[in-house]
Structure formats: structure tokens, C-alpha cells
């Protein structure tokens, strides 16, 4: 019998992550099965609890139930601690482990795809949510020579910013404060590209070369055009959406799948 397992989410039926880990699966040579579960808003904790009686092995968590994964989890790795959240879970006997490989899937997109070393590198991350919460580990991991959280609440990024201040040079405000400083990368993880909107950005933001990330994938976002209109390249997020699956599916397999045939298939679609 193949192994189980499963994304849950509200809603689920947009997902890419069957088609993502089937393909990793028929790669890998592994025996699995990996579906899409719609949880009840009220009911992610005995709809997670009646897959594994079910012989679920693991199962990835999107919107709005990262939250209620990390406190279902009875142990979590430090970038889960970090993120405050959980999008991995892993089933074993009476433990189940909880991480969040989204950082580290941006930070592979950003590095391995897109050929960007982070290293001394003045990076801008604007929001100061979950998203963004989730991937500042990490990318203060590669070593910026600054990282700067700008959002519209200014309060909320100073707080952000103080959460991971022994993590390496981070800081916090409102985007007023953005004027006259460039930077190499910008990462968007507002929800603004959902509404069709653009924080207030000024103009002369983008370094030469700069890369800007949206998170959003499958659309062209008023944040990319306006990066693209001002001399930046452009990336969404569907690279890192493929790499953070295939980060879970290395901590549940113990093999990591090739994913730029999986990109360009998607991309190709």
C-alpha cells in the first residue's frame, strides 16, 4: 500500500502541490499518494487526527491552519520556532514533528534558480505577517549586510525586527522611511498583490541589478511591473513555491527531487 500523504487547507482545490509531489514521487521512484483535504475552518485538528488514524505519514499545511499546526506539533525544528508557524508536519509513532521549509525554499529559488548569492546583500522585505515572518530566518541566515522590514503598520516591522535581532542586521519601519536607500533585492510578502495593489514605494529603490520577489505566483503583479519599469528583474513565487515542496518532501523521504523540470513545467502551463 502506498504511502499517505496530504495538504490541508481552506480553501485547497487551487492547489499545485499534488501535481508538484506526484511528479517528485514518479522522479524519486517513491510509493506515495499525496492529495488535497479541505479542512472545515472549525475542524483542521480532527481532520489532521482522522488522517493519520488513517495511516497518513505527513501532510503540508497552507492558509489559515499554519498556526494550529505549530501548536498541534509536539516537537518543531528551530525555523519553525522561528516562523511561529508550520506548513510540515511528520508523523512518527506518538511525536509529530513540525517544521516550515518556506524560508528555506525561497532562499533556494533565490540562490540555486535565480543565481542571486545573498551575502552582503541589502535586502528589503516588505509585510510583517506570517509570510514574512516565516522566511526571515533564513534569509538572515545567508549572511545580508542589512535586512530591512517596511510596513504599512510601521509598529509591526519595528516589533519584527526586534523579535530577530540577535539573527543578524535587521530593522523595522514604515515605508516613509524608505526614501533614499536602494537595495539589492526586494521580496514582497504583502497581501497587496491579491487586491491588485502596491505599497508606497519609492522610486528610486532598486539598486543596478536589483532582483524583485512576489511571493504571488500566476499573475503579473502591480509590484513586479513597477520593478520592471524601473530597471529591476523580476521573479514571482512559484519557484519558491515548488522548492519549499520539495524541502518537505527531502524530510520525509530522505531524498531530494530535482526541481527545475517541475518549474519549467508549471511555468510552461
Same mark, same amino acid.
Given at each position: 500500500?502506498?504511502?499517505?500523504?496530504?495538504?490541508?487547507?481552506?480553501?485547497?482545490?487551487?492547489?499545485?502541490?499534488?501535481?508538484?509531489?506526484?511528479?517528485?514521487?514518479?522522479?524519486?521512484?517513491? @510509493?506515495?499518494?499525496? *492529495?488535497?483535504?479541505?479542512?472545515?475552518?472549525?475542524?483542521?485538528?480532527?481532520?489532521?487526527?482522522?488522517?493519520?488514524?488513517?495511516?497518513?505519514? &505527513?501532510?503540508?499545511?497552507?492558509?489559515?491552519?499554519?498556526?494550529?499546526?505549530? =501548536?498541534? $506539533?509536539?516537537?518543531?525544528?528551530?525555523?519553525? +520556532?522561528?516562523?511561529? $508557524?508550520?506548513?510540515?508536519?511528520?508523523? *512518527?509513532?506518538?511525536?509529530?514533528?513540525?517544521?516550515?521549509? @518556506?524560508?528555506? #525554499?525561497?532562499?533556494?529559488?533565490?540562490?540555486?534558480?535565480?543565481?542571486?548569492?545573498?551575502?552582503?546583500?541589502?535586502?528589503?522585505?516588505?509585510? =510583517? &505577517?506570517?509570510?514574512?515572518? #516565516?522566511?526571515?530566518?533564513?534569509?538572515? +541566515?545567508?549572511?545580508? $549586510?542589512?535586512?530591512?522590514?517596511?510596513?504599512?503598520?510601521?509598529?509591526?516591522?519595528?516589533?519584527?525586527?526586534?523579535?530577530?535581532?540577535?539573527? &543578524?542586521?535587521? !530593522?523595522?519601519?514604515?515605508?516613509?522611511?524608505?526614501? &533614499?536607500?536602494?537595495? +539589492?533585492?526586494?521580496?514582497? $510578502?504583502?497581501?497587496?498583490?491579491?487586491?491588485?495593489?502596491?505599497?508606497?514605494?519609492?522610486?528610486?529603490?532598486?539598486?543596478?541589478? =536589483?532582483?524583485?520577489?512576489?511571493?504571488?505566483?500566476?499573475?503579473?503583479?502591480?509590484?513586479?511591473?513597477?520593478?520592471? !519599469?524601473?530597471? =529591476?528583474?523580476?521573479? @514571482?513565487?512559484?519557484?519558491?513555491?515548488? *522548492? %519549499?515542496?520539495? !524541502?518537505?518532501?527531502?524530510?520525509?523521504?530522505?531524498?531530494?527531487? *530535482?526541481?527545475?523540470?517541475?518549474?519549467? %513545467?508549471?511555468?510552461?502551463?
Amino acid at each position: 500500500m502506498s504511502d499517505r500523504y496530504a495538504v490541508f487547507g481552506n480553501p485547497i482545490a487551487h492547489s499545485k502541490s499534488p501535481r508538484i509531489h506526484a511528479e517528485f514521487a514518479r522522479q524519486t521512484g517513491q @510509493d506515495l499518494v499525496y *492529495e488535497a483535504i479541505l479542512a472545515p475552518l472549525d475542524g483542521f485538528a480532527a481532520a489532521l487526527a482522522a488522517f493519520r488514524a488513517g495511516g497518513g505519514r &505527513g501532510a503540508n499545511v497552507t492558509v489559515p491552519f499554519k498556526e494550529q499546526a505549530h =501548536a498541534l $506539533a509536539t516537537r518543531r525544528t528551530p525555523r519553525a +520556532e522561528a516562523a511561529g $508557524a508550520v506548513n510540515t508536519l511528520s508523523f *512518527e509513532d506518538d511525536a509529530i514533528l513540525g517544521d516550515n521549509t @518556506d524560508g528555506a #525554499g525561497l532562499v533556494r529559488d533565490l540562490t540555486r534558480n535565480l543565481g542571486l548569492s545573498l551575502a552582503g546583500k541589502r535586502i528589503l522585505l516588505m509585510g =510583517a &505577517g506570517g509570510a514574512a515572518r #516565516g522566511v526571515l530566518l533564513p534569509l538572515l +541566515e545567508q549572511g545580508p $549586510a542589512a535586512l530591512c522590514i517596511a510596513n504599512r503598520t510601521p509598529d509591526k516591522a519595528v516589533a519584527l525586527a526586534a523579535h530577530f535581532r540577535t539573527a &543578524g542586521p535587521v !530593522e523595522g519601519g514604515g515605508y516613509e522611511a524608505l526614501a &533614499g536607500r536602494r537595495f +539589492e533585492l526586494v521580496v514582497n $510578502a504583502t497581501a497587496a498583490s491579491l487586491a491588485g495593489e502596491l505599497p508606497p514605494l519609492p522610486a528610486e529603490l532598486f539598486a543596478p541589478g =536589483a532582483l524583485a520577489y512576489d511571493m504571488m505566483y500566476g499573475r503579473d503583479t502591480p509590484f513586479l511591473a513597477y520593478a520592471r !519599469e524601473r530597471g =529591476a528583474r523580476t521573479a @514571482d513565487g512559484l519557484g519558491m513555491l515548488v *522548492e %519549499q515542496a520539495a !524541502e518537505a518532501f527531502c524530510l520525509w523521504r530522505g531524498v531530494r527531487p *530535482e526541481t527545475g523540470p517541475v518549474i519549467a %513545467q508549471l511555468r510552461g502551463e
